[in-house]
């Protein structure tokens, strides 16, 4: 590998995500060298994925079809499940961000820890320890903040949405889970009624 490749790769496959605002000097040499980190990166079944016009860039595996030869090749990128309240978050967010594009010119969404726990407190079954609920959704949002979906800011208490949640969410799934949480509340309405 080149020495003018070793810098952007590595950091590509550190990072998880790389962002423009973060590393500037990084990304130039990634879109500089987009073409030899991807044939590079492609070779041990990986792609590399820019958005120039968000600013971010990451790695992801390749699906075997995807490749010329139809070789499969093992899996370099560990995929995680992701439990039923997290994926919740990562799709309600998914709609704030999309409400904040269409309303707003900042490109920054940033939203409070309170924010975070009323957004999803009407998808999650009633507890009678309001705590404890408040503690499994931080659980929740420090997941989110592993997955570097939300990044912590210098107010107290406060994230950034981070846009590569455009990446992992697309209109499909939005609209997918859109549906499946539909059908989610009213069972969950329904057995509330049930136990009153």
Same mark, same amino acid.
């Given at each position: 590998?080149?020495?003018?490749? *070793?810098?952007?790769?590595?950091?590509?496959?550190? #990072? =998880?995500?790389?962002?423009? =605002?973060?590393?500037?000097?990084?990304?130039? %040499?990634? +879109?500089?060298?987009?073409? #030899?980190?991807?044939?590079?990166? =492609?070779?041990?079944?990986?792609?590399?994925?820019?958005? /120039? #016009?968000?600013?971010?860039?990451?790695?992801?595996?390749?699906?075997?079809? $995807?490749?010329?030869? &139809? *070789?499969?090749?093992?899996?370099?990128?560990?995929?995680?499940?992701?439990?039923?309240?997290?994926?919740?978050?990562?799709?309600?967010? /998914? &709609?704030?961000? $999309?409400?904040?594009?269409?309303?707003?010119?900042?490109?920054?969404?940033?939203?409070?820890?309170?924010?975070?726990?009323?957004?999803?407190?009407?998808?999650?079954?009633?507890? &009678?320890?309001?705590? %404890? +609920?408040?503690? %499994?959704?931080? #659980?929740?949002?420090?997941?989110?903040?592993?997955?570097?979906? +939300?990044?912590?800011?210098? %107010?107290?208490?406060?994230?950034?949405?981070?846009?590569?949640?455009?990446?992992?969410?697309?209109?499909?799934?939005?609209?997918?889970?859109?549906?499946?949480?539909?059908?989610?509340?009213? $069972?969950?309405? *329904? *057995?509330?009624?049930?136990?009153?």
């Amino acid at each position: 590998m080149s020495d003018t490749l *070793t810098a952007p790769v590595v950091h590509l496959l550190k #990072a =998880g995500v790389l962002y423009q =605002g973060d590393a500037p000097l990084v990304w130039e %040499q990634i +879109l500089a060298q987009q073409a #030899a980190i991807g044939d590079y990166l =492609g070779v041990i079944g990986l792609d590399v994925v820019i958005d /120039r #016009a968000e600013g971010y860039a990451y790695v992801r595996q390749q699906d075997s079809e $995807a490749r010329d030869d &139809g *070789t499969a090749v093992p899996r370099l990128v560990t995929r995680h499940r992701l439990s039923f309240p997290v994926s919740l978050m990562l799709v309600l967010l /998914r &709609g704030r961000l $999309a409400d904040s594009d269409a309303g707003s010119d900042d490109p920054r969404l940033v939203l409070t820890r309170e924010d975070l726990v009323e957004m999803v407190r009407g998808f999650l079954p009633p507890r &009678g320890n309001e705590a %404890q +609920l408040v503690d %499994q959704i931080d #659980a929740h949002i420090r997941k989110l903040v592993d997955l570097k979906v +939300l990044r912590p800011t210098k %107010q107290t208490a406060a994230y950034e949405v981070r846009r590569h949640l455009k990446a992992l969410v697309d209109a499909q799934v939005l609209g997918d889970f859109n549906d499946l949480l539909a059908t989610y509340r009213s $069972a969950v309405s *329904t *057995t509330v009624k049930d136990d009153a």
